[in-house]
């Protein structure tokens, strides 16, 4: 059964989805980010090339259909390809795909918009008995 953990942020939730994404890579799982908007992924995309000196995480923007064996995809439109181990949803809304994951870490942006939206997500999870974890994570 899909694994879920909440992270609760009290700021930058790029930055930490990026360290998040690293600590996936070195365990070698395959990761699909599904960030909120083009705009977002193509941050997220520049990001993760820049977040930490020294960092090499491979990845690229997902387009559906696309065939590619890097480890780590970032997408906001499309369905990513089965086979993958680990979900990052940036989203405020549960995603359709997400049954497919053997992990999901839902992001809960900093405010109270964004931990609302989590709370709603939480439900929907936990309704479905779902296992859920949740992390506050200060800086």
């Known amino acids: 059964m899909t694994r879920i953990d909440f992270y609760i942020l009290e700021d930058n939730h790029l ?18 980010i599904h960030s909120s908007s083009e705009q977002q992924a193509a941050k997220l995309d520049d990001l993760l090339w820049s977040f930490r000196q020294g960092s090499f995480i491979p990845h690229a923007l997902y387009k559906s259909g696309q065939q590619t ?35 999901i870490a839902e992001i809960v942006e900093p405010g109270e918009p964004g931990r609302q939206a989590a709370r709603e997500r939480f439900r929907f999870y936990r309704d479905r008995g779902y296992p ?3 992390h506050t994570i200060s800086t």
Do not use: M, W
Request: a negative charge; aromatic letters at 10%; proline letters at 5%.
């Open 15 to 32: 930055l930490f989805t990026c360290r998040l994404a690293e600590k996936i890579y070195t365990q070698g799982q395959r990761l699909y």
């Open 69 to 103: 064996d890097l480890p780590i995809h970032i997408g906001h439109d499309a369905e990513p390809e089965a086979g993958l181990d680990v979900l990052i949803n940036l989203c405020q809304e549960v995603p359709a795909f997400f049954s497919q994951f053997l992990r």
């Open 132 to 134: 859920l974890e949740s």
